[in-house]
């Protein structure tokens, strides 16, 4: 009997490195593709060397390969630049491209990753159905838009979507600018690290468990925006403490004394998500634990 091709994009990446660690063990027929053939992990996947910002390149492998099955987790998420960065118009065109061959060449469920930054977070705790949406930044427009096209897009088509709105993630291969790897490296080099003051609270979720809610959804038959989120928020502050106390280096983290103009709180409603018997595996210490345990690797092989 033949098994389902599932095409994985974005399969290097922070969250698509787990996805496909989960997927390995899967009934499916795992496919992925990469712009660097270098990066290709897992031999039971099949990786496809090409550039999803070419229309062509795109048409060419769905007609050869044609996939029922699709998750797309790639987009240009810099953390230096994403937020405003024309490249999400890019991303949005692409996307639509993707999506438009799959379902042409037989594709059935799309299961795509989008981010909490599409919520206005002058609210408290945001559900995927109710909460107000935002335009603030070229990011957040640009998921929001999409979402929006998909969504008739499938209607239209009959074609199966889920849409994955990502909270707040850490974990191992997370770009070193961000919160968690950069007190981490600080720490372990022997360096200061700075934070905010730190009140603000975030719904955080170590990546394998990201990773296990979007595989969850992707085998089931949910549609729509559903939240990667917790359902619980943690101060920035003990966040930044747990990464000291582990590391036993609690007096070399300096908070800011003003606080910062950001939101005081963002928190996902976990609802849809747990409805499908999915929980959290780690918890804020065993998070931070594995991750830390990771980042020494990395600074010993580096």
Known sequence: MNMSKVLVTGGTGFVGKQVLKLLDNSKFEIHAV?????????????????????????????????????????????????????????????TLALAHSFQRYGGKR????????????????????????????????????????????????????????????????????????????????????????????????HVKDA??????????????????ASGHAVSIRSVVQEVARQLGKEDSVNFAIEKSDVPPLVLG???KLKSLGWRPNYTLQTGIADTISWWRTQVKGG
Request: charged share 20%; glycine share 4%.
């Open 211 to 228: 990773a296990r809610a979007i595989v969850t959804i992707f085998e089931s038959e949910m549609n729509g925006a559903v939240n990667i």
């Open 110 to 205: 799309m299961v795509t990753a989008g981010t909490c930054a599409e919520y206005d977070w002058i609210e408290g705790e945001l559900t995927e159905d109710f909460s107000v949406l935002s335009q603030g930044s070229l990011y957040s427009s640009s998921k929001n838009r999409l979402f929006a096209l998909l969504q008739q897009f499938a209607q239209t088509t009959e074609m199966s979507l889920a849409w994955c709105r990502l909270f707040f993630l850490y974990g191992p291969f997370e770009s070193s600018t961000r919160l968690v790897p950069s007190v981490i490296c600080s720490l372990l080099d022997n360096r200061d690290a700075g934070c905010s003051e730190g009140s603000q609270r975030r719904d955080y979720m």
């Open 34 to 94: 990469t712009r660097d053939s270098n990066k290709a992990f897992s031999s039971r996947v099949c990786w496809h060397e090409l550039d999803l910002l070419q229309p062509e390149e795109i048409e060419s492998l769905m007609r050869e390969l044609r996939p029922t099955l699709l998750i797309h987790l790639a987009w240009d998420v810099d953390p230096q630049t994403y937020w405003h960065s024309e490249n999400n118009f890019i991303w949005v065109k692409s």
């Open 269 to 271: 409603n976990a609802d």
